[in-house]
């Protein structure tokens, strides 16, 4: 939470994306409040591989800044994902939706990958 008298936009939280809300665009939401909670339900294929489904749900309040509106909002998002232990380290895959998508094409796709030295 975040609390001031005056707000310049590079102090907002952001949320959204591979990190935070996946099923939205990265930092698709800007706020002085922001929460998210998460499920996933994993099967494993190896020690540190794994297949799973998730649910995101998150919540956004920004203030009126500028031109803009004062804002309130919960955002779900869903999907798929997959980590695989490779030889150069973890990759992760992300298929994630959220109920304003109009087809599956238009889901949200993360790609990543954790290098250990």
């Known amino acids: 939470m975040l ?11 952001r949320l959204g ?7 939205y665009d990265e930092d698709q939401f800007l706020g002085t409040v922001t929460l998210r909670g998460l499920f996933e339900y994993r099967v494993q294929l190896g020690r540190r591989s794994y297949v799973y489904a998730f649910g995101d749900l998150g919540y956004v309040e920004r203030p009126a800044l500028g031109p803009g509106r004062a804002t309130q909002s919960w955002r779900p998002g869903y999907g798929l994902g997959m980590q695989l232990r490779t030889a150069i380290g973890l990759v992760t895959t992300t298929y994630a939706l959220n109920p304003q998508v109009s087809t599956p ?10 290098v250990g030295l």
Not at 3 to 13: A, G
Not at 17 to 23: C, Q, V, W
Request: aromatic fraction near 10%.
């Open 3 to 13: 609390r001031s008298r005056s707000y310049d936009r590079s102090d907002l939280f």
């Open 105 to 114: 094409a238009d889901g949200r796709i993360h790609f990543g990958l954790s």
């Open 17 to 23: 994306g591979a990190s935070s809300l996946r099923g």
